[in-house]
């Protein structure tokens, strides 16, 4: 099954800062861009940053540019996001997936695929 597994959320007071790692299972995602989405309870899916294969190109999401840094190793075949200066509407489920090509221009959540099972991410006094 092709699916990325998510890891490194938990509770982090606003301020903090957490790392997360998404690892692809059952294929390689090395030659395909990769996003990180969250989701907060009532709320849609949300792209919150994009990294080409190449690694030549990032995205951002406007509320999380300048706090958020996206990074890929391919020999380890993974993908982080560094997350700085948390704060509580950064609360969510966050999620990888990649779009199945090279880059992450003009692309919605529905083109991506690979969904794991996502890793909290709670800020909170």
């Known amino acids: 099954q092709v699916q990325f597994v998510e890891s490194g959320g938990g509770l982090v007071q606003p301020g903090g800062s957490l790392r997360l790692s998404c690892v692809a299972s059952?294929?390689?995602?090395?030659?395909?861009?990769v996003g990180w989405f969250r989701q907060a309870p009532g709320k849609e899916r949300e792209e919150v940053s994009c990294?080409?294969?190449?690694?030549?190109?990032?995205y951002y999401a406007d509320p999380v540019k300048g706090r958020f840094t996206i990074s890929r190793d391919k020999v380890k075949s993974t993908v982080w996001l560094q997350m700085n200066s948390l704060n509580p509407e950064d609360t969510a489920v966050y999620y990888c997936?990649?779009?199945?090509?090279?880059?992450?221009?003009?692309?919605?959540?529905?083109?991506?695929?690979?969904w794991g099972q996502g890793t909290q991410v709670t800020v909170s006094a």
């Open positions: 059952g294929f390689s995602s090395d030659y395909y861009a």
């Open positions: 990294i080409s294969s190449s690694v030549e190109r990032t």
């Open positions: 997936a990649t779009p199945r090509r090279e880059e992450c221009l003009d692309l919605e959540v529905e083109d991506f695929s690979g």
